[in-house]
């Protein structure tokens, strides 16, 4: 059964001093199909992404090209507004740090947090990660022989005078909130490095900063600025008017939160895991139910670089898009990207096997194939037949197509809630496989040679008509484009808020006209340059 409750999912915010590429394309995808699917089973999403535009690194760029902070901010985020349309995206809102509605409310959070003695000012002396921009523990630091785990540089020793808050306070609170929530940190592997990292003993982390000024100014100490991590982190709660709760947005959008999931990439899993609990802890706010920290893309066995010419950016991104379809992107990203604890390879070979053998071979050419079966032999008007007692196939004990596709349709929906992706697109696909089986087993083409065997072939057909129908139906969150091209040539609509009926057996009635279509072409397999 459908859950009725709303649902609140997050992509991290974007920083502006880069360009989107891959990585984000990909986040902010997996977001988008999870939205869609919950949404398509009744539940009430909003979903978020946006853009994170302080900080050290945002001032430096700007000052080397010779331009304003806010000028390159509002030109890297325009950007990533692009990425939205490009990929069809369905977010409700798109927050921007630089924005007075998230400015204020940061302030407002800050004033609580030094009222209640959780952030106080002082002295810092330790390792610092500078493209991270984050601290790290000197066992930590020694762990790391003293580079980035990101990008490789030395850390920096660093000593600042600085607001703090703390963490180091919620040790015990932290340490029971994950022993009753286990699955807070997903997948497994990463709940279990967080765990071992605070073994170490939690430090109190820096509200500000004074090396800079490009930033949130501290509330009554404009000579500190707060930390970009901890005015990110606020974003989630800002965008719903938390800081707020007697303005308009807190009263139209507080019942989203906590957050079902926050969607991450692993390298940032420290700040969601551990200090943004925290401080949700130190409001009084309840905690996100699951923080999903997926993995990187890598490309032909390597780390993306662009030195190496293998990096994944917005113009590769578009070309693949060109060439084999937005759908096709999502679900090569939904099914072979890295959202288990290991990197995922990216390679054109792959992505054109895949293609191939997905989209091609399985999903457009059963769609094909049983439309072109109908038109053929009944003009292409769907037989009135009753085929919900009729088997997937001859094996003894094989279930009806009714009581299959019921299943199917269950376990699919239970996956996409699950954050399970790539199960999903699997299960309903199954369903396509089973048609396809059952064309192969019956031979319909051969028994219509047969004008006494006519009835069977209705039956068979019927059958399989009503099985791409409903696999349509369950892949719509990832292919929205494509299964609405065979949905309407099936004769068929879609209520975007209703799964469960849609995908019942039975929707395609006979007599229904159902035109040949083959969403997915064949295209030419990429020229693959061997290495010297």
């Known amino acids: 059964m459908s859950c009725s409750a709303p ?70 985020s325009a950007e990533f507004r692009k990425v939205l349309t490009t990929f069809g995206l369905t977010n409700n809102d798109f927050i921007r740090t630089t924005e007075p509605r998230h400015e204020e409310q940061v302030k407002l959070f800050v004033q609580r947090l030094i009222a209640s003695g959780d952030i106080y000012l002082g002295e810092f002396e330790g390792w610092y990660d500078e ?45 029971a909130f994950f022993a009753a929530n286990p699955g807070f940190v997903r997948p ?27 930033g949130i100014g501290m509330p009554g100490a404009s000579e500190h600025v707060i930390y970009v991590w901890i005015d990110a982190l606020f974003n989630y709660a800002t965008a719903l008017g938390l800081g707020d709760t007697r303005g308009a947005l807190a009263t139209e959008r507080a019942k989203y939160w906590p957050p079902q999931y926050h969607v991450i990439g692993k390298e940032i899993l420290w700040f969601h895991a551990v200090i943004w609990p925290a401080l949700l802890m130190a409001l009084e706010l309840p905690t996100p139910k699951c923080v999903y920290a997926h993995s990187f893309w890598i490309s032909n066995g390597q780390k993306m670089s662009k030195s190496l010419g293998n990096f994944i950016d917005l113009a590769t991104i578009e070309s693949y898009i060109a060439k084999y379809g937005l759908d096709a992107w999502r679900w090569y990203m939904i099914t072979q990207g890295p959202l288990g604890a290991t990197d995922a390879d990216f390679s054109p070979k792959h992505f054109h096997e895949i293609y191939t053998a997905n989209l091609v071979n399985t999903f457009a050419n059963c769609a094909s194939r049983t439309s072109a079966m109908i038109e053929k032999y009944f003009g292409g008007v769907m037989p009135d037949v009753d085929t919900a007692e009729v088997a997937i196939s001859a094996t003894e004990g094989a279930p009806t197509w009714s009581a299959f596709t019921h299943a199917a349709c269950a376990k699919t929906l239970q996956q996409y809630a699950d954050f399970e992706l790539a199960e999903a697109a699997d299960t309903a696909l199954s369903i396509v496989r089973a048609v396809d089986a059952s064309i192969n087993e019956t031979q319909p083409f051969k028994l219509a040679k047969d004008p006494a065997k006519m009835a069977e072939v209705a039956r068979i057909l019927a059958a399989c008509a009503e099985g791409v129908r409903v696999a349509a139906v369950l892949l719509t969150p990832i292919m929205p484009a494509k299964c609405a091209e065979v949905l309407a040539a099936y004769g068929s609509s879609l209520d975007l808020q209703d799964a469960r009926t849609n995908a019942r057996w039975g929707g395609l009635k006979g007599g229904t006209r159902i035109a040949k279509c083959a969403p997915f072409m064949r295209v030419e397999a990429p020229t693959v340059v061997a290495s010297a």
């Open 7 to 76: 649902a609140y999912i997050t992509t991290p915010i974007y920083y502006v001093n880069d360009r989107p590429h891959i990585g984000h394309a990909y986040t902010t995808t997996l977001c988008d199909v999870w939205a869609r699917a919950m949404r398509f089973d009744g539940r009430d999403v909003f979903f978020l992404t946006g853009t994170d535009e302080h900080g050290a690194k945002v001032e430096k760029s700007a000052k080397e090209r010779g331009i304003t902070p806010q000028a390159l901010a509002d030109e890297n």
């Open 188 to 214: 497994a592997g990463r709940f279990n490095e967080v765990l071992g990292r605070m073994r170490d003993g939690l430090q109190d982390v820096p509200v500000t900063r004074t090396n800079f000024s490009w």
């Open 131 to 175: 493209g991270q921009e984050e601290y790290v523990t000197d066992t930590r630091a020694k762990e790391l022989e003293f580079k980035s785990p990101i990008s490789g540089k030395p850390l920096v020793r660093a000593k600042e005078h600085n607001y703090y808050f703390k963490l180091s306070g919620y040790q015990a609170k932290l340490e």
